[in-house]
């Protein structure tokens, strides 16, 4: 049987039609498909090559598990937050908010090293210095912009962004699957890319790494002032449905293609298959590339300016949080490449999601409920600890 706070938990509202939830599903769709799609093959091929389906299932499964956490203190957590009662929840709470600043500052990093990954190897110029460069700059001009008051019209470009990157998506996946049905009528099989020469335990710690790609799914927890509980938390659970079958799908019909790199996996290697599909298709990924990304990096750096104003009680104000926010990620755009900040980005959100189980344990008295936020957050530790990046 249940326990009352179960139960309590369980009852908060009616449920929501598709329909309904359809627009609390863009900010997380948004952040979810923001940049995993783009570097999300060559990832997993340069990691496990043949196996790369299913390390993106596992991958999914544990994001699916982190998401069912959020969506648990949606539900059970916010009210006893709200009322300030147990001091517990509110510590873990407060930790996970500083933790979720620091994953968005390395977010808007990553978007960025991204965005100038592709940019730049459209015209055979991305070497380590140059994105490294273009990303500062990126940042900068974006910092300068919030400082200026004028960042916060920037963010209407979510939606669009959106739908722009699901469309090339869709012709992506189209493409791949065209192309992949042709070479099996002409060879009469699959040609997998090879197993990558590496130990075990350096695969598994590489494909921990890749939690960034499928992040986005927590922006529900913070769109109360927007959406109902149970809104946000079915908007939630059908962001996760939906793009995690993407990612597997997108996978599977990209594999094949992948032979093609030879095993020279680069963080813009999406052009080179789409190229391989299409000449056609280079162009629009490029572009969509640029303005998900760019809409991305302006996203985070509102929502961490927004959190960090909050959680030091207006001590930092706005225009000094786009200022510090804007400078660390600049400074990260020269700490590493484009796939150790991939990690680094994986690890600060799996410290998130931690610190969310904590929460979610402190607020939770099913037995059942507290064995999955412990096995959950030991799985969450070990990306934060164990966690390196491919290359």
Known sequence: MKSNTTQQCATDSEPK?????????????????????????????????PYSVLAMLVVAFVAFQAGAVVRHNILCAEPVLEKGERRKTVMFERLSSFALVAAYIVSVCLYVHILSSFVLGAFDLDSSFNKSLLTTIIIGSITIIGVAGGLKPLEKM???ALYITLAILMVLLLGFAMYDVNHYLDAGRFTMPQMPDRSTWEMITIVAGTLIVVQGFETTR?????????TRIVASRWSQYLSLSVYVIFVALALPIVVILKGDYAENSLILLAAQVSVFLVAPLIIAASLSQFSAAVADTLAATANMTEITLGRINQRWGYVLVGGLAMALAWSGSTFAIITLASKAFALYYFLQCCVGFTVCKNHMERLRFVLVGLALLFVLIFAVPAG
């Open 158 to 160: 979510e939606s669009w």
């Open 222 to 230: 913070y769109l109360g002032k927007v959406f109902d509980r149970r």
């Open 17 to 49: 039609t598709f329909l309904q939830i359809t627009p609390a599903m863009n900010t997380p769709l948004a952040s979810i498909f923001g940049s995993g799609f783009l570097v999300i093959v060559p990832v997993l091929a340069s990691s496990v090559g």
